[in-house]
């Protein structure tokens, strides 16, 4: 079996790499380094440095693959409110491309839990409304959309999955595309303010890449869209104190006004890939013991 995993050099993708690689699988990964890194793959990877938005790159990668797993994406809320315009041509454009060099092939297609937007009801399970507070998650829903429309003309195979907050190793905390746990600990180990933006009662579903990874190889040829999470919701206050606690930081939390489209409430309903024999396996304390020690 070999397969192509597109954005396989980024924080996830070399997780995704490193556990198809113990199953001796061979993998091509295809990477324009924009947030990745070649040294953080396995040798027996063959890395292909190209963008998503150059066809003649996704083809070169694409050559008698089985299996596709399309990561690459810009993932930055921020950015993409300052600038839709790329951020439709990298995820709606790049995932168009991957399709269609490999429209014959099973797809595991990694979008994200910000096609929800603001939820109606939580838990939020696959059929809740899709109405993104951010053109990330406008842009993920339109390669959705890309993605229903290869399957329904051509019969491709492709499966949706719809992450929560990734958490995990690996992950720069001055990054722009780090998650608010990364960017917590960092500050707790310098001993600086933790900020929190609103009053902290949001809630988010926090899910450990390891357990992603896991989720990936699951759903792959299921040919349905499925939510990844714990199913569980934690505050960002909790949070907070956990980071402290676990740091043994003497860190202020400090409240800011908060962020514009900020949801209150976050939780996957997680039933569906429960139903094909996967469950998390790493809490939070431990997945946050795992980045600390």
């Known amino acids: 079996m070999k397969t192509l995993v597109t954005g396989g050099a980024g924080f996830l993708g070399t ?35 190209g963008d998503i938005r150059n066809k003649e ?30 951020y439709i041509e990298n995820n709606v454009t790049g995932t168009t491309n991957v399709l269609e060099a490999n429209k014959d ?9 910000a096609v929800y937007g603001k939820p109606e009801r939580v838990p939020i399970d696959e059929s809740h409304p899709l109405a993104p507070g951010s053109f990330y998650g406008v842009s993920k829903k339109l390669s959705e959309e890309v993605c229903r429309s290869y399957r329904r003309i051509y019969g491709t195979n492709i499966t949706i999955t719809r992450p929560f907050n990734i958490y995990g190793r690996g992950q720069d905390p001055e990054s722009p595309y780090a998650g608010v746990i990364t960017k917590f600990i960092n ?18 579903d926090f899910v450990h890449k390891r357990d992603v990874v896991r989720a990936l190889m699951v759903v792959s040829g299921e ?23 676990v740091t043994s930081s003497d860190s202020e939390i400090v409240h800011k006004e908060s ?12 039933r569906k890939l429960k139903a094909l024999n996967w469950k998390p396996t790493i809490g939070l304390e431990n997945g946050v013991k795992d980045i600390v020690n």
Request: hydrophobic fraction near 35%; charged fraction near 35%.
């Open 187 to 204: 500050r707790a180990k310098d001993g600086r303010d933790l900020i929190v933006y609103g009053d902290g009662k949001q809630t988010r």
């Open 105 to 113: 092939k099973e797809i595991v297609h990694v979008s994200s839990a």
């Open 57 to 86: 790159d996704v083809e070169r990668a694409s050559e008698n693959i089985d299996v596709v797993f399309h990561l690459a994406a810009k993932i930055s809320v921020g950015e993409s409110m300052e600038k839709p315009g790329k």
């Open 223 to 245: 040919n349905d869209v499925f939510n990844i999470g714990t199913g569980e919701e934690v505050s960002v206050n909790k949070l907070a104190e956990k980071i402290r606690k």
């Open 259 to 270: 962020q514009e489209g900020d949801i209150e409430r976050s939780r996957a309903d997680i």
């Open 15 to 49: 997780a995704l790499v490193k556990e198809l690689i113990e199953r001796d699988e061979e993998v091509v990964v295809l990477d324009n380094l924009s947030s990745g890194t070649k040294e953080n793959l396995p040798d027996e990877v063959n890395f292909v440095r």
